[in-house]
């Protein structure tokens, strides 16, 4: 001891404790003034495929517009997007007995509650034909069960450049709004 004050507990104990807090600080989701953590599940397709023969091309379409999104959303700073890998299991349970996790009653929830984030995005593409089509989004607090944020951006042509635009505009726009907060 110096002048009274109490030694410092050694590196075995501060390093539990540093161990501790940078896994609190990750569970909760982000230490003050850090973007929220979220979930951004896979993007669907509902309303008119086009029948069987477009399939494979919506499938990989919609594998690089969910791609596209998170990391637009990454890059923007606006959100920590937090990775799928160790959810991945749930999700396909959660898929197999819902078609749609954006209209599933809150399943996703379960989601963002495995992954720690405290909010979870939903999208998806309503297509109506080849030439018009539908994104929407939604952003649910993963502690209140409510909805953050939601809305919709109509966009011309099932293509990938048109998804891709549709897909920038969206993250764009959500920039240019007040972050979604968690409920009080």
Not at 131 to 145: G, K, M, Q, R
């Amino acid at each position: 001891m110096l002048g009274g004050m109490k030694q410092l507990p050694g590196p075995p104990a501060a390093l539990l404790f540093f161990v501790f807090l940078f896994l609190l600080v990750g569970r909760v989701g982000a230490a003050p003034g850090a973007p929220p953590a979220l979930v951004v599940l896979d993007m669907e397709l509902t309303g008119d495929t086009g029948g069987p023969q477009f399939e494979a091309e919506h499938a990989a379409r919609l594998r690089m517009a969910s791609d596209l999104l998170r990391q637009e959303l990454e890059r923007s700073g606006l959100y920590a997007v937090v990775d799928l890998t160790s959810a991945r299991e749930l999700i396909a349970k959660l898929q197999s007995q819902q078609r749609y996790l954006h209209d599933c009653n809150g399943c996703d929830l379960e989601v963002g509650r495995q992954l720690g984030a405290g909010q979870v995005m939903v999208a998806w593409v309503d297509r109506v034909s080849g030439l018009i089509l539908t994104l929407t989004y939604e952003i649910h607090d993963v502690a209140s069960n409510r909805i953050l944020l939601r809305k919709s951006f109509d966009f011309r042509g099932d293509n990938d450049a048109a998804w891709q635009h549709a897909i920038r505009y969206m993250v764009r726009d959500l920039k240019s709004m007040p972050a979604a907060q968690p409920a009080q």
